[in-house]
């Protein structure tokens, strides 16, 4: 590729740089204004004394700074609903921003406009965006209407650990500033459900597909063809995720380019003429657009997608950089948060990758006499997989290692069953008889499909997770691929840095695995809302974890969502022994995704299961960890830390319903290492804390973890005293319905003299010991506070 | 014929295309069985569900002793019978249940609560410990309040 045929790159590069830098550095806008100023006055003065370059580098910082404009958050309108004083809960009128999505059996989420706040009788004016979960049964409404409800609002919160996905950052970027609960019976249409016609169109080919194909496949077939995944099974998801090719369920350029490129050819094919075909190819793209929405990847690829069109229809030739790069300054200048979106960086970086890459892998592969079109798919699919790794890795800690093979099957596959699928939709139009006939046709394509995506699934390393890669490794990655062209001119210098870039990309990458370890104990109690998860790292190596969380059909599974991106950026593989305090699903339930996806050793539990747990059971069972129940008394090495049970005690024989209920048989670990311990008490209440006093078990600890996330039935004045810690910390969620932790227990904490820490307000609690003193970081804020241990203490 | 190559192609395509839909179609008609199973090839079925009596464990070999003293479920126990879901009403029990303390059964047995109710109330006593007063029903799914008004007289809460 020449550079000269692409003039917008520099330009486009330049304007995202400047709308990254808002992230790194906030320079106030009336700075950045001045400092454009300057630039165009530069630039012009330089032009007009005839010098060319240092005119074209103004120009570039004048983009940036552009750019840096564009993404400076505009000041919030003054009748914004985030500026108005909220009572607990509100009446709120809008129009609903797009269809509403069931994400459980009772959940909706609508994304609401809202245009009015009903403050006794009067209504008064608001603006901005909610985003609303509703509970229960919602009445049938769709986009564009217009529906009155009562709400609890509140700023997102996200959970607030090492490494941890920004929610509220994402929700800022979508324009949403609070969320929204309520019930759903509160939910009144004001206006009748009369959505604008893409919204129609949508609605009718999900309904065809459906009439006519058996439930998996229309759902594959909703989301291949107009991106609507909610019907799809979370196991096929996740096939398709194992597989590296879930960018087909994602509508895509891909989409986009073979409905453009078949409605041209048949076109052509059937002899219309040349201007009238471009024109109908045009209007398919914009109409499929509309109907499919406004993501990224739809918008660039119609972008470019309309240019090629242009460019055939004045006979010119088109650059896809060029077009590329177009694509990215105009979508940033619509939406510049966008940039940060994993959906746009993917959509762009495979697409740049496809471009820049295939070109000189295609003369590769055809050098060692492939047949020419196995050359050019095998290129097309490893240069997208070599540009979206990093995107991949820094998102997701996924490497997909069986992508490049499943993608020249899956993509043929996925390309015609889309062009059958929309020709069967078009069918439906005409008769229901041959849209059906189409329908079965494509029926077995989709078999087909999910056969192979399945195949490609079951491959032991198909998938293997990595710790997010730093700038550095990003940086070096990007130069190796950027010299890729240049390798067959033969200089040996290229080849040197080549080798170089890939060499320290390699290298930064595996750093995380063989550093050294500082000799430090490591305790992390992770936020993962309501629920326990609590990470131990001994400095020999061994991981222990403590219960994995909330998870359940109903909610967020925090096991997938946070405890599997904090352990793969640790980075983990391997834990050797994972702990399950007692069977509640605030403490169970992420541990079925921890023992699905990490290798664990040892499995210790209190041995009571109790129904509505039966997933993670079956993920415990399948595993092949060394499953140990536990009772009081026993004692187990981690590494250097020694391990002590204290309850339960083992006099309630596991097939009898424990006599106080679940709570008071929590496993209650003791961790000692040099002059550090730490009480687990998992969700263990008064009348469990009454038997340990009672069995003289060794609970003084410098660190005690709160029984029941603060309940307060637990931390008895008798218990806290025993234990004598210093330092408290509990594990309990923003705004529970709990109301845990309670002022009672809180109350008791600060008279007993402890430090208390709360994973609702701090985010993670880390503390880091070796052995002669002990730092605590307040994840969330920063702050770090330090303790000496008093070697007096243990004695 | 005035057919060019690559509109013969596209026909050939199409014609070949409603082929295998209308053999589909009639395979799929005379075998829906096979049909049905081929369809679900990657489904998995969901686990069994966990019976109320938790089973007996094999003891960690480092502690045989102690364990051995403590948990006395290692001989094989005569099948217990399952939550009995009694369609008729049960004899009416003039003492209020202690909804803290009454098993899972025993709430099955109110008037009103099948077993499915039952069971998300223990999860809810399991999950707050302990129910202040019968104020903690409220909010369950499935116990609107006309059926907790109902409720109120035949349960309690024990401390």
New interface residues.
């Given amino acids: 590729m020449r550079w000269q045929e692409a003039p917008l790159v520099p330009l486009a590069a330049a304007f995202a740089l400047g709308i990254c830098s808002t992230s790194w550095a906030a320079a106030p806008t009336s700075w950045i204004l001045v400092a454009g100023a300057t630039l165009l006055t530069l630039a012009a003065c330089a032009l007009a004394l005839g010098r060319e370059r240092v005119a074209l580098a103004g120009l570039l910082a004048l983009a940036a700074a552009l750019g840096a404009l564009r993404a400076a958050s505009e000041p919030l309108p003054a009748d914004h609903i985030a500026r108005v004083a909220l009572g607990p809960l509100v009446s709120v009128e809008g129009r609903l921003a797009e269809e509403p999505v069931s994400w459980a059996a009772d959940r909706t989420r609508l994304l609401l406009d809202a245009d009015g706040l009903r403050d006794g009788p009067d209504l008064r004016p608001v603006s901005g965006r909610l985003q609303v979960t509703l509970y229960g049964e919602i009445a049938p409404v769709g986009e564009g209407q217009r529906v009155a409800l009562e709400l609890k609002l509140s700023r997102p919160r996200g959970f607030k650990n090492p490494g941890a996905f920004d929610y509220p950052g994402f929700l800022r970027r979508e324009g949403i500033l609070l969320v929204g609960s309520g019930r759903a019976e509160s939910l009144v249409a004001l206006t009748a459900d009369d959505p604008p016609w893409p919204v129609r169109v949508k609605r009718w080919a999900v309904a065809t597909i459906g009439a006519h194909l058996p439930e998996t496949s229309a759902a594959l077939m909703a989301g291949l063809l107009l991106g609507e995944k909610t019907g799809l099974s979370p196991e096929a998801s996740e096939a398709f995720r194992r597989a590296g090719v879930y960018h087909i369920l994602a509508v895509s350029g891909f989409n986009v380019a073979l409905l453009a490129s078949s409605v041209f050819f048949v076109l052509l094919t059937l002899g219309i003429p040349r201007r009238a075909t471009v024109v109908v190819a045009a209007t398919a793209l914009i109409g499929f657009a509309l109907v499919v929405g406004g993501q990224a990847s739809v918008l660039r690829a119609t972008v470019m997608g309309l240019l090629l069109l242009a460019a055939t229809l004045l006979d010119r030739e088109s650059q896809l950089m060029n077009a590329l790069a177009l694509a990215v300054l105009a979508l940033l200048a619509w939406r510049p948060g966008d940039l940060g979106e994993p959906g746009f960086q993917l959509s762009f970086a495979a697409t740049a990758g496809i471009i820049y890459l295939t070109p000189t892998v295609t003369d590769w592969l055809s050098g060692w006499s492939w047949p020419k079109w196995l050359a050019t798919s095998a290129a097309v699919s490893l240069a997208a997989q070599a540009a979206v790794t990093p995107v991949m890795l820094a998102h997701f800690n996924q490497l997909s290692l069986i992508g490049v093979a499943a993608n020249l099957i899956v993509v043929p596959l996925a390309a015609v069953a889309t062009t059958l699928g929309m020709l069967a939709l078009l069918a439906a139009l005409a008769s229901v008889v041959a849209a059906d006939i189409l329908f079965q046709a494509l029926w077995l394509l989709l078999l087909a499909l999910r056969a192979s995506v399945w195949a490609a699934a079951q491959v032991p390393v198909a998938m293997v997770h990595l710790p997010a890669p730093g700038w550095a490794a990003i940086a070096s990655w990007c130069a190796a691929l950027a010299l890729v062209p240049y390798l067959n001119g033969a200089r040996r210098w290229v080849r040197g840095a080549e080798l170089a870039c890939c060499g320290l990309a390699l290298a930064l990458s595996l750093w995380p695995w063989v550093r050294p370890g500082d000799g430090n104990l490591r305790v992390t109690f992770l936020d993962v809302g309501q629920g326990d998860a609590i990470l131990v790292e001994v400095p020999e190596g061994p991981r222990l974890l403590v219960d994995g969380g909330p998870a359940g059909a109903q909610r967020l599974d925090v096991g997938e969502r946070v405890l599997a991106p904090f352990l793969w950026n640790l980075p983990t593989a391997r834990l050797d022994a994972v702990t399950l305090s007692h069977p509640d699903s605030d403490h169970s339930g992420g541990l079925r995704a921890v023992l699905t996806r990490f290798r664990v050793r040892e499995f210790w539990e209190n041995g009571r299961w109790i129904s509505g747990t039966e997933d993670t059971l079956r993920a415990v069972e399948r595993s092949g960890a060394c499953r140990r129940t536990l009772v009081a008394g026993q004692r187990l090495w981690l590494g250097s830390a020694l391990l002590t049970v204290l309850n339960p005690d083992g006099t309630r024989p596991l097939d009898e319903p424990p006599l106080w209920g679940q709570n008071e048989e929590s496993l209650v670990l003791r961790l000692d290492w040099r002059g550090f311990s730490l009480l687990l008490t998992g969700d263990l209440g008064a009348p469990g804390e009454e038997r340990l006093l009672a069995s003289h078990a060794p609970v003084r600890a410098l660190v005690l973890k709160v029984g029941h996330h603060g309940s307060r039935y637990s931390s008895t004045e008798e218990f806290l005293s025993a234990t004598r810690a210093a330092v408290a910390v509990i594990s309990v969620g923003a705004r529970n319905p709990f109301r845990h932790p309670t002022p009672e227990a809180l109350g008791r904490l600060e008279a007993a003299g402890a430090r208390i820490y709360r994973t609702d307000r701090d985010g993670a609690v880390i503390l880091e010991t070796d052995g002669t003193t002990l730092s605590i970081t307040r994840w969330a804020s920063g702050v770090v506070d330090h303790l000496a241990l008093d070697p007096e203490r243990g004695s | 014929m005035s057919y060019?190559r690559?509109?013969l192609k596209?026909l050939l395509l199409l014609a070949g295309?409603?082929l295998?839909?209308?053999g589909?179609?009639e395979w799929?008609a005379d075998f829906p069985a096979a049909?049905?199973r081929?369809?679900?090839?990657?489904?998995?079925d969901?686990?069994?569900?966990?019976p109320?009596?938790?089973?007996?464990?094999t003891?960690?070999r480092?502690?045989a002793a102690?364990?051995e003293?403590?948990?006395?479920?290692l001989a094989p126990?005569p099948p217990?019978p399952r939550t009995a879901i009694a369609p008729a009403p049960a004899p009416a029990d003039p003492r209020p249940l202690d909804i803290n303390h009454a098993?899972?059964d025993e709430i099955a047995r109110l008037p009103g609560v099948g077993p499915g109710l039952a069971?998300r109330i223990v999860?809810e006593?399991?999950?707050?410990?302990?129910f202040d007063s019968t104020e903690g029903l409220r909010?369950i799914?499935g116990l609107g309040p006309k059926k907790l008004a109902a409720l109120r007289e035949h349960v309690t809460v024990g401390e």
């Fill in positions: 060019s690559a509109q596209l295309i409603f295998a839909g209308l589909v179609r799929r049909a049905e081929l369809e679900r090839f990657d489904h998995e969901p686990p069994p569900p966990i109320p009596a938790p089973r007996s464990r003891a960690p480092w502690a102690r364990v003293a403590t948990v006395p479920a126990q217990r098993s899972l069971r999860e006593r399991e999950r707050l410990g302990r909010g799914l």
